[in-house]
Every structure is written in C-alpha cells, then in structure tokens.
C-alpha cells in the first residue's frame, strides 16, 4: 500500500521542486530578490540551469495542476496544507509577475527532503 502512495509522492515533489526553481529564476531575474530556500537534490538545480526561462503563464497552469493533484496524495494534514499554502504563494507571485514585479511577505521554504521523508 505505501508504494502505491510513494509513486505519486515522488512525482508530485519532482514537479513541485522544479515549479520552485523555476519560479525563483523568473523572480529574481524580474525583481533581484531570492524568492525561495531550497532544500532538496542538488542536481535538480544543476539539471534546470541551462534551461530556457519558462513563461510565468505556464508556471500559473503548473502550480494550479499541483493543487489539483495534492490531495490524492494522501499525506499527513499538517503537512498537506503547507504544501498547500506554498504552492498558492509561488502562485501568487508569479501570476502577479505577468504585470508587475512582486515579492511574497516571506521568504518561501521548499523543502523536497522533507516530502520525500513523509510517511
């Protein structure tokens, strides 16, 4: 039973880090600022440098499919809203992005290890 929930997780943090970074590049080549502390595989910042910058719309539809997918998850509540609540910021963000440079109250903390580690 848990492999059938550690796939999706596994998925689902993969494309959460890389909305994450991809998102940070886009902030702070829009408004010089840091938007996100990573904590996660190194190799997957390595692996998105050379990347040509996705659009903020696609980030927009990014984010919005991992809110959708979020509850099949099945995590613990505490650390579904987290998620939650950080996706809808990096959302938040980069949406506003499309017009006008903007910056969360906070610096948002991603940390993939500790999704990884969920039980």
Known sequence: MMMGVRAPVFSWGCRYAVLALRA?????????????EYRGPEAWIEDLQDEVPVPAAELVKDADELLADLPALMLDQTLATELRKTVEEIRAVVDAGQGQPTSPSRRLFVDVDALFGAK
Not at 24 to 36: D, M, N, S, V, W
């Open 24 to 36: 940070e590049r886009l902030h702070q080549a829009t408004t010089g600022h840091r938007l996100i």
